[in-house]
């Protein structure tokens, strides 16, 4: 189980596996490979034999988890979630470097831990570096009816409220056609 580079390769790693057990809480074990596969992790760590239902199991848990902080939208609550995972869950971080990426911070327990602990851990540690780099939540769940898909808010500007530009025009438009109705 190997960790992405930086906050924001982890961070994404981490809303798009909560977001695919949020869409199905029961997404097979083969599905959640793929997943993994897409974000780097090697093919080896994600055979059934090391990648287990058991740890599939795990993995589904913990995104779930991981869920409730992406939907936090106060910054101290969210601050106080992370620090609780990564007391939890994580160990006095290393540095490594390995199968051809560079040098990046691991906070997990290593061979011994499941992973369900690794991806908090890992989540914990990049939702926590991404806060502290934008100073503000830089990730939420989509304001608009009907929505609530994770997203990343990186970048310079103002804090998103929608996952994409899709869901805040139809949010716009809806609010529009309500105060034209009201007046």
Not at 34 to 59: I, K, Q
Not at 77 to 91: D, I, S
Not at 149 to 160: C, D, K, T, V
């Amino acid at each position: 189980m190997g960790d992405s580079r930086g906050g924001f390769s982890g961070a994404r790693r981490l809303v798009d596996l909560a977001e695919a057990v949020r869409a199905d809480p029961a997404v097979p074990r083969a599905v959640l490979a793929e997943l993994l596969a897409g974000h780097g992790e090697r093919p080896a760590d994600l055979t059934e034999e090391a990648f287990p239902e058991a740890g599939a199991a795990e993995l589904r848990a913990a995104a779930g988890r991981m869920a409730e902080v992406l939907a936090e939208s106060d910054e101290d609550r969210a601050a106080g979630a992370l620090n609780a995972l990564l007391e939890e869950c994580a160990t006095r971080p290393r540095l490594t470097r390995h199968d051809g990426h560079p040098w990046h911070l691991h906070v997990d327990r290593g061979e011994e831990a499941g992973w369900g602990d690794w991806f908090l851990a890992s989540g914990a540690l990049a939702l926590a570096q991404l806060l502290t780099e934008y100073g503000r939540i830089a990730w939420g769940a989509c304001a608009a009816e009907g929505c609530g898909r994770f997203f990343l808010a990186i970048g310079p500007g103002s804090a998103r409220r929608y996952c994409s530009t899709t869901c805040s025009s139809r949010a716009r438009v809806a609010a529009h056609r309500r105060r034209r109705r009201g007046a």
